[in-house]
């Protein structure tokens, strides 16, 4: 179920942004932290 849930997320264009612009910052904290 919880891959199921992975793959409906990422079929989810709004949300996946979401997440990766939460990686991006907190790649760029890490960066200037």
């Known amino acids: 179920m919880?891959?199921?849930?992975?793959d409906e997320r990422m079929n989810k264009p709004g949300l996946s942004q979401a997440v990766f612009g939460l990686h991006l910052i907190s790649v760029f904290h890490k960066e200037f932290a």
């Open 2 to 6: 919880q891959v199921k849930q992975s």
